[in-house]
Every structure is written in structure tokens, then in C-alpha cells.
């Protein structure tokens, strides 16, 4: 069983178009994440949420925003992407203090 | 601010040539400092947590040791499998991950 899932792997896009990338877990997790990581490989952290807080890296432009229809998932909407979206978008869930568990990673390429 | 420093960036081994990764950290009010592993491709795998100035966790050929300022994952006898970026991370007393830049391991047959 995919511990925490995400769809779709690969996302090949225009410059201003709007998309979203879904997340699941189920490990009954209470807290999800999304992080970006850029072609340096660096790993940000761009969300957290549990059922009672949203915390927001103050860097994310509020073009990207998190929606949870309910505890197992996450989703990530994008809007009017752009050039500097590129990345890979990985999606994370744990008990809130504990280790994270990564889904398989997202490849944006917006073009 | 928190900072998380990884060194060295790079890391080539031959096979059976132990060796340490260290992970220098500060951070407001530690909770945790976390080891993972990430192959080309796919998403970081957890490795280990831990959470005090002395405690030390193993597993197969890796061991984690951790003082009030750095960190350490220290390979035994590595084989060409335990190549991949192994990342560090920190939770602070503010609820915020913070990763560093990783440490790319080759280990040579």
C-alpha cells in the first residue's frame, strides 16, 4: 500500500495557466505539508496544515494555495503559473512533531 | 533564524571505506533533528529522529549521533547501495521544518 500518494507525477505546463496537484496519505496522519524543491535540490517548506492551522511560509506567492477536503488530503492549486514554478513539488504527512513521510515527488516544467 | 548546514556536499567512498556526514544546526528551541535518505527520483525516506544532546539511534550500517550543535551519520563499510543525498532536518519549538542543502554519497564497487 502507497503511503502517501500524489498525482500526477509529471506536469508539463504554460506560462499562466492554473493546476493543481492532489495528495493523499493513509497513514491517518493529522498533519500535511508541500515542499518545493528546485533544481539545486534544495527542500522549502511551503505549507503545513492540520485540521486546526494552515501555516504559510511567508515566501510562497499567493498564487499557490493548499485545499483539504478533509484529513488524508492535500491538494496544491497553482495560478498563473510562471517560469520560476519549474520544480518538484513533493507532498509530506506526519503526527504533528514526528518524522515525515514523502510521497513520490511531482515534476513541474512550466514552459 | 534557523540554519541547517550539511557537509561535505559531496562524498565519494570506495566500498568498505567508512566515513561521517555532519549536519551542523541552529535552531530555536530544538525538537527534533530528523536523517533521510533520497535516491534520484523519488522522495526523501526517513531514516532517523532524534531528540537529545547524547542520543544515538542505528540501523544496518548507519548510525546517528547527535550533540547540541551538529549531527552525525556515520557509515560503516558502506556498499555501492547506500548511495544516494542523504538530507538533515530540524524541527524548532515554533512547529518549522527546516531541511539542509543534503550530502550526495557515491560509494564505488
Known amino acids: 500500500d502507497t503511503a502517501v500518494s500524489q498525482t500526477p507525477k509529471y506536469l508539463v505546463t504554460q506560462m499562466g495557466n492554473d493546476k493543481s496537484i492532489k495528495c493523499e496519505q493513509n497513514l491517518g496522519h493529522d498533519t500535511m505539508y508541500w515542499y518545493k524543491q528546485d533544481s539545486k535540490k534544495f527542500l522549502k517548506i511551503m505549507f503545513s496544515y492540520n485540521n486546526k492551522e494552515l501555516i504559510i511560509n511567508e515566501t510562497v506567492p499567493n498564487r499557490f494555495s493548499p485545499k483539504s477536503p478533509d484529513k488524508a488530503h492535500l491538494n496544491l492549486h497553482i495560478n498563473s503559473l510562471e517560469l520560476g514554478d519549474s520544480a518538484v513539488y513533493f507532498c509530506?504527512?506526519?503526527?504533528?512533531?514526528?518524522?515525515?513521510?514523502f510521497g513520490p515527488g511531482t515534476r513541474l516544467t512550466v514552459t | 533564524e534557523d540554519q541547517v548546514t550539511q557537509s561535505p556536499e559531496a562524498l565519494r567512498l570506495q566500498e568498505g571505506e567508512s566515513s561521517s556526514l555532519n549536519c551542523s544546526y541552529t535552531v530555536s528551541g530544538l525538537r527534533g533533528l530528523f536523517w533521510y535518505r533520497q535516491d534520484p527520483g523519488k522522495g526523501p525516506e526517513f531514516l532517523f529522529t532524534l531528540y537529545s544532546a547524547g542520543e544515538e539511534k542505528e540501523k544496518e550500517r548507519l548510525k546517528a549521533t547527535l550533540t547540541k550543535k551538529e549531527s552525525f551519520l556515520h557509515i560503516t563499510a558502506p556498499k555501492p547501495e547506500d548511495s544516494a543525498t542523504y538530507l538533515c532536518?530540524?524541527?524548532?519549538?515554533?512547529?518549522?521544518?527546516?531541511f539542509g542543502p543534503g550530502t550526495r554519497l557515491s560509494v564505488l564497487p
Open positions: 509530506a504527512s506526519s503526527h504533528l512533531d514526528r518524522e515525515q513521510y
Open positions: 532536518a530540524v524541527l524548532d519549538s515554533g512547529q518549522n521544518f527546516v
